[in-house]
Protein backbone atom coordinates (compact mmCIF):
# COMPACT_ATOMS: atom_id res chain seq x y z
CA UNK A 1 0.00 0.00 0.00
CA UNK A 2 1.61 3.74 -1.33
CA UNK A 3 1.85 5.98 1.82
CA UNK A 4 -0.12 8.08 0.38
CA UNK A 5 -3.40 5.58 0.46
CA UNK A 6 -2.04 4.57 4.13
CA UNK A 7 -2.40 8.92 4.95
CA UNK A 8 -6.17 8.51 3.62
CA UNK A 9 -6.92 5.52 5.60
CA UNK A 10 -5.43 6.38 8.82
CA UNK A 11 -7.46 9.70 8.13
CA UNK A 12 -10.56 8.05 7.59
CA UNK A 13 -10.31 6.19 10.50
CA UNK A 14 -9.73 8.96 12.60
CA UNK A 15 -12.71 10.94 11.51
CA UNK A 16 -15.48 8.02 11.83
CA UNK A 17 -17.06 6.61 14.42
CA UNK A 18 -15.01 4.26 16.21
CA UNK A 19 -17.36 1.17 14.86
CA UNK A 20 -17.42 2.35 11.44
CA UNK A 21 -13.29 1.38 9.81
CA UNK A 22 -10.77 -0.46 11.17
CA UNK A 23 -7.17 -1.55 9.40
CA UNK A 24 -5.59 -1.91 12.72
CA UNK A 25 -6.84 -3.58 16.04
CA UNK A 26 -6.72 -2.15 19.21
CA UNK A 27 -6.59 -2.84 22.69
CA UNK A 28 -8.73 -5.79 23.37
CA UNK A 29 -11.21 -5.72 26.31
CA UNK A 30 -11.81 -7.39 29.39
CA UNK A 31 -15.41 -8.61 30.50
CA UNK A 32 -15.73 -5.51 33.23
CA UNK A 33 -14.75 -3.27 30.26
CA UNK A 34 -11.09 -2.51 31.49
CA UNK A 35 -7.98 -3.02 28.85
CA UNK A 36 -6.74 -6.13 29.42
CA UNK A 37 -2.48 -5.70 29.74
CA UNK A 38 -0.57 -5.69 27.14
CA UNK A 39 0.27 -8.49 24.58
CA UNK A 40 0.11 -9.54 21.29
CA UNK A 41 -2.98 -10.42 19.71
CA UNK A 42 -3.23 -10.32 15.72
CA UNK A 43 -5.71 -11.16 13.40
CA UNK A 44 -5.35 -13.27 10.07
CA UNK A 45 -7.69 -12.23 7.68
CA UNK A 46 -8.87 -14.58 4.62
CA UNK A 47 -10.53 -13.17 1.39
CA UNK A 48 -12.05 -14.51 -1.80
CA UNK A 49 -13.31 -17.48 -1.21
CA UNK A 50 -14.60 -19.47 -0.35
CA UNK A 51 -12.49 -22.31 -2.81
CA UNK A 52 -13.47 -25.86 -3.37
CA UNK A 53 -10.08 -27.08 -2.95
CA UNK A 54 -7.92 -24.45 -0.48
CA UNK A 55 -10.42 -23.55 1.99
CA UNK A 56 -10.97 -27.04 3.30
CA UNK A 57 -7.42 -27.20 3.23
CA UNK A 58 -6.69 -23.76 5.14
CA UNK A 59 -9.72 -25.00 7.62
CA UNK A 60 -7.77 -28.04 8.09
CA UNK A 61 -4.66 -26.16 9.42
CA UNK A 62 -6.19 -23.65 11.51
CA UNK A 63 -7.73 -26.54 13.64
CA UNK A 64 -4.46 -28.18 13.53
CA UNK A 65 -2.60 -25.35 15.32
CA UNK A 66 -5.78 -24.21 17.08
CA UNK A 67 -6.46 -20.82 15.09
CA UNK A 68 -9.65 -18.30 14.50
CA UNK A 69 -9.43 -16.41 11.91
CA UNK A 70 -11.57 -13.83 9.82
CA UNK A 71 -13.22 -14.79 6.39
CA UNK A 72 -14.43 -12.15 3.74
CA UNK A 73 -16.33 -14.66 1.24
CA UNK A 74 -17.75 -13.45 -1.74
CA UNK A 75 -21.31 -14.01 -2.58
CA UNK A 76 -21.33 -16.04 -5.56
CA UNK A 77 -18.74 -17.99 -4.65
CA UNK A 78 -20.57 -19.03 -1.15
CA UNK A 79 -23.43 -19.95 -2.98
CA UNK A 80 -21.81 -21.92 -5.20
CA UNK A 81 -20.27 -24.04 -2.33
CA UNK A 82 -22.93 -23.62 0.97
CA UNK A 83 -21.18 -26.47 2.70
CA UNK A 84 -17.82 -24.78 3.39
CA UNK A 85 -19.17 -21.48 4.15
CA UNK A 86 -21.82 -23.10 6.58
CA UNK A 87 -18.46 -25.36 8.02
CA UNK A 88 -16.53 -21.84 8.59
CA UNK A 89 -19.12 -20.95 10.74
CA UNK A 90 -19.28 -24.16 12.31
CA UNK A 91 -15.45 -23.98 13.20
CA UNK A 92 -15.50 -20.77 15.08
CA UNK A 93 -14.35 -18.80 12.64
CA UNK A 94 -15.73 -15.21 11.59
CA UNK A 95 -17.68 -14.62 8.27
CA UNK A 96 -17.15 -10.82 6.68
CA UNK A 97 -18.62 -9.88 4.02
CA UNK A 98 -16.25 -9.30 0.38
CA UNK A 99 -19.10 -8.13 -2.01
CA UNK A 100 -21.32 -10.39 -4.03
CA UNK A 101 -18.67 -10.70 -7.14
CA UNK A 102 -15.91 -8.90 -5.95
CA UNK A 103 -15.93 -6.69 -9.39
CA UNK A 104 -13.56 -4.20 -10.26
CA UNK A 105 -13.82 -0.78 -7.72
CA UNK A 106 -13.52 1.66 -9.88
CA UNK A 107 -16.07 0.58 -12.62
CA UNK A 108 -18.75 -0.51 -9.97
CA UNK A 109 -21.09 1.79 -8.79
CA UNK A 110 -22.41 3.13 -5.61
CA UNK A 111 -25.88 1.15 -6.33
CA UNK A 112 -24.16 -1.65 -6.90
CA UNK A 113 -21.97 -1.77 -4.33
CA UNK A 114 -24.42 -1.15 -2.04
CA UNK A 115 -26.83 -4.21 -3.68
CA UNK A 116 -24.23 -6.69 -3.99
CA UNK A 117 -23.03 -6.21 0.41
CA UNK A 118 -26.55 -6.22 0.90
CA UNK A 119 -27.19 -9.87 -1.22
CA UNK A 120 -24.07 -11.57 0.36
CA UNK A 121 -25.18 -10.39 3.63
CA UNK A 122 -28.45 -12.10 2.85
CA UNK A 123 -26.65 -15.18 2.22
CA UNK A 124 -24.53 -15.01 5.39
CA UNK A 125 -27.75 -14.77 7.39
CA UNK A 126 -29.44 -17.56 5.47
CA UNK A 127 -26.84 -20.20 5.69
CA UNK A 128 -24.91 -19.28 8.74
CA UNK A 129 -28.01 -17.81 10.88
CA UNK A 130 -25.88 -14.82 12.10
CA UNK A 131 -26.05 -11.65 10.75
CA UNK A 132 -23.06 -9.87 9.30
CA UNK A 133 -21.50 -6.72 10.67
CA UNK A 134 -17.76 -6.65 8.65
CA UNK A 135 -17.42 -5.84 5.17
CA UNK A 136 -13.66 -5.39 3.47
CA UNK A 137 -14.50 -3.84 0.22
CA UNK A 138 -12.60 -5.33 -3.09
CA UNK A 139 -8.91 -4.20 -3.28
CA UNK A 140 -9.71 -1.87 -0.04
CA UNK A 141 -11.05 1.02 -2.42
CA UNK A 142 -14.05 3.10 -1.45
CA UNK A 143 -15.26 6.41 -2.35
CA UNK A 144 -17.60 8.27 -0.21
CA UNK A 145 -20.93 7.45 -1.41
CA UNK A 146 -19.59 3.37 -0.92
CA UNK A 147 -18.49 4.57 2.62
CA UNK A 148 -21.71 6.74 3.04
CA UNK A 149 -23.31 3.22 1.71
CA UNK A 150 -21.67 0.75 4.53
CA UNK A 151 -22.56 3.51 6.84
CA UNK A 152 -26.06 3.30 6.74
CA UNK A 153 -26.14 -0.74 6.24
CA UNK A 154 -24.35 -0.27 10.12
CA UNK A 155 -20.99 -2.44 8.50
CA UNK A 156 -17.59 -1.57 9.94
CA UNK A 157 -15.32 -1.24 7.20
CA UNK A 158 -12.57 -3.76 7.50
CA UNK A 159 -9.15 -2.96 5.90
CA UNK A 160 -5.48 -4.37 6.81
CA UNK A 161 -2.09 -2.80 8.10
CA UNK A 162 0.21 -6.19 6.98
CA UNK A 163 -0.22 -7.33 3.13
CA UNK A 164 1.31 -10.89 2.74
CA UNK A 165 1.15 -10.52 -1.17
CA UNK A 166 0.65 -13.77 -1.29
CA UNK A 167 -1.13 -13.30 -4.82
CA UNK A 168 2.17 -12.67 -6.19
CA UNK A 169 3.75 -15.77 -4.96
CA UNK A 170 5.01 -18.36 -6.85
CA UNK A 171 5.98 -20.94 -4.81
CA UNK A 172 5.89 -22.89 -1.11
CA UNK A 173 9.43 -21.33 -0.44
CA UNK A 174 8.11 -17.48 -1.31
CA UNK A 175 5.28 -18.25 1.66
CA UNK A 176 7.90 -19.80 4.38
CA UNK A 177 9.83 -16.87 3.70
CA UNK A 178 7.44 -14.26 4.45
CA UNK A 179 6.28 -16.02 7.68
CA UNK A 180 10.16 -16.64 9.17
CA UNK A 181 10.58 -12.52 8.48
CA UNK A 182 7.50 -11.31 9.76
CA UNK A 183 7.70 -9.70 13.26
CA UNK A 184 4.13 -8.99 14.39
CA UNK A 185 3.17 -6.50 16.23
CA UNK A 186 0.08 -5.90 18.58
CA UNK A 187 -2.79 -5.17 16.49
CA UNK A 188 -1.75 -6.49 13.23
CA UNK A 189 -4.61 -7.12 10.60
CA UNK A 190 -2.96 -9.56 8.27
CA UNK A 191 -4.44 -9.64 4.22
CA UNK A 192 -4.49 -12.87 2.84
CA UNK A 193 -6.32 -15.14 0.11
CA UNK A 194 -7.78 -18.28 0.55
CA UNK A 195 -8.35 -19.17 -3.16
CA UNK A 196 -4.79 -20.47 -3.59
CA UNK A 197 -2.53 -23.16 -1.98
CA UNK A 198 -0.01 -20.38 0.28
CA UNK A 199 -2.56 -19.46 3.20
CA UNK A 200 -3.58 -22.73 4.21
CA UNK A 201 1.12 -22.59 4.40
CA UNK A 202 0.69 -19.81 6.94
CA UNK A 203 -1.78 -21.13 8.61
CA UNK A 204 0.26 -24.61 8.98
CA UNK A 205 3.88 -22.45 10.02
CA UNK A 206 1.72 -19.86 12.11
CA UNK A 207 1.78 -21.99 14.85
CA UNK A 208 5.14 -23.38 15.00
CA UNK A 209 7.25 -20.46 13.93
CA UNK A 210 9.79 -19.24 17.21
CA UNK A 211 8.87 -15.32 15.96
CA UNK A 212 4.68 -16.14 16.92
CA UNK A 213 5.33 -18.06 20.16
CA UNK A 214 3.15 -15.96 22.17
CA UNK A 215 0.58 -14.29 19.97
CA UNK A 216 -2.88 -14.66 20.57
CA UNK A 217 -4.73 -15.03 17.01
CA UNK A 218 -8.12 -12.64 17.46
CA UNK A 219 -11.36 -12.87 15.01
CA UNK A 220 -11.28 -9.39 14.06
CA UNK A 221 -15.17 -8.26 15.70
CA UNK A 222 -12.94 -9.09 18.92
CA UNK A 223 -11.47 -5.30 18.45
CA UNK A 224 -14.28 -3.72 18.28
CA UNK A 225 -16.68 -5.66 21.70
CA UNK A 226 -16.11 -7.10 24.39
CA UNK A 227 -14.42 -10.29 25.40
CA UNK A 228 -17.70 -12.01 26.07
CA UNK A 229 -17.93 -12.11 22.13
CA UNK A 230 -14.37 -12.68 21.78
CA UNK A 231 -12.38 -16.07 21.91
CA UNK A 232 -8.66 -15.52 21.66
CA UNK A 233 -6.46 -18.31 21.18
CA UNK A 234 -3.15 -18.51 22.72
CA UNK A 235 -0.19 -20.29 21.29
CA UNK A 236 2.84 -20.92 23.32
CA UNK A 237 5.16 -11.98 23.60
CA UNK A 238 5.58 -10.72 20.64
CA UNK A 239 8.53 -8.39 20.59
CA UNK A 240 7.24 -7.06 24.07
CA UNK A 241 5.10 -4.22 21.69
CA UNK A 242 1.77 -3.35 22.15
Known amino acids: MGQFRQLVRKSLEAALPEQAMLSRGRRLRSNSGADRPASCA ?6 DGPHPEFTPQLLDNLATVDIKGTFFIVG ?11 RIAAEGHEIGNH ?15 HDEVTRTNDLIFNLTGTPCRLTRPPKGELSPGKILALLKLRQTIVLWNCDTKDYLMKSWVDMETWCLDFTPTHGDIVLMHDNHSFAATTAALAGTLPN ?20 TNTLSACGGRS
Not at 42 to 47: A, E, Q, R
Not at 76 to 86: G, T, V
Open 212 to 231: MSGVRFCRVSEWLRDSRHSS
Open 76 to 86: EKAQQHPDILK
Open 42 to 47: ISLTFD
Open 99 to 113: TWTHSEPRKTSTGQF
